[in-house]
């Protein structure tokens, strides 16, 4: 079965650390980009990171920049997002979600998750 | 960044009837632009992509039109399963991705 799994969420206080956990099966992890998004409560949708298909590249939003870092490991189809010094406004369901092209990344999303919530909060 | 303008906020028609919705670019995107479908609870589902692609398995009566700033997703006849919130994405501005802020799509 195709599917993105995440895993990781929860409630953590401001200028803590949190880690993501997205687990692939169904398609070849390793031809991918892979991308997370987030969606805070009630809110629209919001890019936050890609990773390459080889984990080389990666590019994240400004606001995120210097405090989430994005990687991959091929080995176990797993896909990770490390969120450091976390803001109230950093809460979100993130889900994350499939590049539509092999290899070199189209920045359209074809499979999502069913997310996980972080919540930040005193 | 690139801001997409979704309109209307909502859109409220009954089923059978065609439904219009706009997506506006504060510059030029060419035709690097997505739709999106997400229903309550769950995550969303790409319907169209570079504007006028449908993704696998979409039905025919969803369809993509426009270029530049001004772009266009319609329905050709509303099914019950089709009201949910719409959202489009560009991807010209590589690597900051955008989304608008969608279009609620209700029964009336």
């Known amino acids: 079965q195709v599917e993105l799994v995440e895993s990781g969420g929860g409630v953590v206080q401001p200028g803590r650390s949190l880690r993501l956990s997205c687990a692939a099966s169904g398609f070849t992890f390793r031809n991918y980009g892979m991308h997370w998004v987030r969606q805070a409560p009630g809110k629209g949708l919001e890019w936050v990171a890609v990773i390459s298909y080889d984990g080389r590249d990666k590019y994240y939003r400004d606001s995120v920049k210097g405090r989430f870092t994005i990687s991959r490991d091929n080995s176990k189809k797993t896909l990770y997002l490390q969120m450091n010094s976390l803001r109230a406004d950093d809460t979100a369901v993130y889900y994350c979600?499939?590049?539509?092209?092999?290899?070199?990344?189209?920045?359209?999303?074809?499979?999502w998750g069913r997310g996980s919530l972080v919540a930040v909060s005193s | 960044e690139i801001v997409l303008t979704q309109s209307p906020a909502t859109l409220s028609l009954s089923p059978g009837e065609r439904a219009t919705l706009s997506c506006r670019a504060s510059q030029s995107v060419s035709s690097q632009l997505a739709w999106y479908q997400q229903k309550p609870g769950q995550a969303p589902r790409l319907l169209i992509y570079d504007t006028s692609n449908r993704a696998t398995g979409i039905p025919a009566r969803f369809s993509g039109s426009g270029s530049g700033t001004d772009f266009t997703l319609t329905i050709s006849s509303l099914q019950p399963e089709d009201f949910a919130v719409y959202y489009c994405q560009q991807r010209s501005s590589w690597p900051q991705i955008t989304f608008g802020q969608g279009t609620r799509l209700e029964i009336k």
């Open positions: 979600a499939k590049d539509f092209a092999m290899m070199d990344p189209s920045l359209y999303f074809d499979l």
